[in-house]
């Protein structure tokens, strides 16, 4: 009668081995698949104007529509053409004067925007909060039913370079669109970064969403289309 | 005294005065584990078995570079389309789960009724619900179109927050089918042990002691071991019974469940056990009359074995039948004008030809096996079986394509065309089929010989 050979034994010291090795192997995977470097959390590109969200958003108080005026309107938060950046540090002029209101216009960290003003061509600043092809997402719909950018974007007027601070996993959109309340607030606070919720933040949200006709879809097509 | 040959006993009569047995002819345990033993032991097979394998692996490799090219190219292969979007591939799934279900019928419930003829044919049965299985896993899993997200089926935590809507059928199928395919793979490959062994015993070559001995897992027949087997056994009979119920319960909410004129019916889930049962039984007996002939069983599986499935086939016809009256009769005593469109348009819309050659095929044809001649004469039933599988297969056709093509928007209307894909890969759903069989019959026992020797009568010629 076959019996199995006696080295069939020493699988069993074999599985003593594979065991915890696949176990490893697991824990890698998942620590992988987690890792920031994979949910680009943290990322932070270096950009072509040493810009500090921090100085004009934070200290001078700027809102953030003065730069990203279509926010409120249209899907895409508009990045500020140069012009904009000319309003308070306009160059000298051909002859060498200076605007009086110009602010640091011979700064250094302001070349490459005196550059593109003088050449007429963009900026070319780094995308950091950037979304699968695949997805649609419409600032305008959010920010004017008040949801803040802090929910997405963190507290920018903290930050010298932008990173993204938020892993912007379809998980993390559909937690809000799933329960909307905790994420709402009074729409002319939608841009202020210091805000403070007040304790019945809830009841609030609850309110807002009732009086806003809120109704977070939740199909594959509100936001794959 | 005159020598019995296997021609003189007639066991289809059951006279109490000779009672005869299950078997016929004269066997003893050696005789039976010698005469099945020595099929998978054929050291070349026969030119009959290598040119049934080379057409069902050609048409084996033609299935899968089919799915290959509809992987590559997307659903718009298929003739799914609007309104139509389970064509084929559904009707197929549907149709091959329902083969399968005779085999876990055959061991399960019967085994529990204490019903001993199974013992030979249900190694039989549950392979060919195996392998029915598989054919009819690979449609729906095709049919998601970005097969490379099957996992998004399973509750899988993920980074998208997505899980599956545990109130739809769709789900639940997933998980009856998966249980469906475990249990009846573990429930034959656990009543293969013994006989797994004593091929390995024979064996000749090292090769097969390995492959054999790995496989019987270190079966040795000590009273110990066939206590715990058959405990075992029976155990997985027990939870296995509920299965057969269960899967066809549920596939047919995939379609009762819904509000389609003619699918949300409360009917679906006996009417589609009861079919599933009838076509199954059909494929077992469509098999075993050629392969009994063609591997020389006839004295293990007799024609009490094969008019026993034919009443089988005949008493689950009638239900079948039955079923499709009732539906007409609700749907006129329901009173719903969209119920009662959806059944006169299945009858006399423009799929009325589907609709009678199911009709014909499932519910006049089995008629025949009232007839005892026709339920003893191997070709007749093998016949009339292919009649009710092409029958089912229609049956599946008529229900999910008439009602989708008349659905509740006239506008979007439509008529339902295969391309030469859907019908090929049914073919080649086939030749899978197949494939896996003839390897069955080449190298596993294909009659459970342990336990054909426990109903054997013990008396004579031991």
Partial sequence: MFQFPIWVNSLIKLSLVAIPVGGLYGIFLLATATAPETTHIGYAPKQPVRFSHR???????????????????????????????????????????????????????????????????PVKWKRVHDLPDFVQFDHSAHVARGVSCVSCHDRVDQMDVVSQNHTLSMKSCLECHRNPDPHLRPLDKVTDMDWVAPKSRLEMGALIKDHMNIKANQNCSTCHY | MATVTIADIDNTVIDPATRPGVMTGRNSPGSVTEQVASLAERSRPSTAWKAAFAISVSATLMFFSLVGYLIATGVGVWGNNAPVFWGWPIVNFVFWVGIGHAGTLISAILFLFRQNWRT???????????????????????????????????????????????????????????????????????????????????????LRRMAYGIAALGWNGSSQQWRLFEKAYLLLAALATPLVLSVHTIVSFDFATSQMPGWHTTIFPPYFVAGAVFSGFAMVITLMVPARAFFGLKNLVTLRHLENMCKVVLATGMMVGYAYGIEFFIAWYGGNQYEQFAFINRALGPYWWAYWTMVSCNVLAPQLFWFKGVRTTPWAMVAICVFVNVGMWFERFVITVTSLSRDFLPSSWGYFVPTPVDILMFLGSFGLFFTLFLLFCRYLPMVAMAEVKSVMPHGEAH
């Fill in chain 1, 55 to 121: 100085l004009h958003a934070g200290q001078l108080k700027m809102d953030c529509r003065y730069c990203h005026n279509t926010v409120e309107t249209t899907a895409h938060a508009s990045i500020p053409p140069t012009a904009t950046c000319i309003n308070c540090h306009s160059p000298a002029d051909g002859n060498g004067a200076v605007s009086l209101t110009a602010i640091h216009a011979a700064s250094p960290d302001l070349a490459e925007v005196h550059r593109s003003w003088a050449d007429d061509t």
């Fill in chain 2, 120 to 206: 030979s044919i249900n190694r039989f049965a549950e392979a060919m619900t195996i392998f029915a299985v598989t054919c009819a896993g690979i449609f729906p899993a095709i049919h998601i179109g970005r097969v490379w997200f099957v996992y998004w089926l399973a509750p899988v935590p993920n980074s998208l927050a997505m899980w599956p809507n545990f109130r739809s059928p769709l789900l639940w199928d997933v998980f009856a089918v998966t249980a469906y395919a475990t249990t009846s793979a573990l429930f034959w490959y656990l009543g293969m042990l013994p006989d797994l062994a004593t091929l390995r015993d024979r064996a000749t070559t090292k």
